[in-house]
């Protein structure tokens, strides 16, 4: 045993660190990379910076896309297929990529510094709270037998409340 692990060593003491050198080939501008708190949008925070490296790589500057801004559209339109289908549909936070491309036509991105998702003063995301209350309001409307026409409203509103009201317009780069 103790020859065969001294096989696999000797290797790693032939190559000491002083004989590595590494060289840039090509050097990629990105964006910090941020922390998506205690939720289940990573599939947001993964695309924004996906196109925020695209916008980069294209020449069109350093922006910081609101990942919270998608989430909350994404909840959205989640929320209307859960209730189309009675509520036989998967219904969470998780999600996938093309779901991001997907809302953009429908809703449009929006800058993390008009729409960050952080209410009460609050500096890092916690939706465990928010998650159980939106699945719990959709098996609700779900189970009544008939439909009630306020039920986005309110589903609209428990978003509001936790992730902070989206605002009708805002200024970006001189223009409305």
């Known amino acids: 045993m103790f020859r065969f692990l001294l096989f696999l060593l000797i290797p790693v003491f032939l190559y000491s660190q002083d004989s590595l050198v590494f060289t840039n080939v090509i050097n990629l501008s990105v964006n910090d990379v941020k922390s998506q708190g205690k939720t289940g949008t990573c599939w947001s925070y993964a695309t924004a910076s996906f ?36 509520g036989k549909t998967n219904f969470g936070e998780g999600s996938l990529s093309h779901d991001l491309i997907n809302t953009i036509t429908k809703y449009g991105l929006m800058p993390n510094e008009i729409f960050d998702g952080l209410v009460l003063n609050a500096n890092k995301h916690d939706h465990s709270e928010l998650a159980s209350l939106l699945e719990s309001y959709l098996k609700t409307i779900v189970s009544k037998k008939q439909l009630s026409n306020l039920w986005k409203d309110g589903y609209s509103a428990l978003l509001d409340v936790y992730l902070g009201e989206v605002p009708d317009s805002f200024d970006f780069e001189g223009k409305n």
Request: proline content about 0%.
């Open 51 to 86: 196109l925020e490296s695209e916008l980069l790589r294209m020449g069109k500057g350093q922006q910081d896309l609101s990942e919270m801004f998608v989430a909350r559209n994404v909840y959205l339109e989640k929320a209307d297929n859960f209730v189309r289908r009675h």
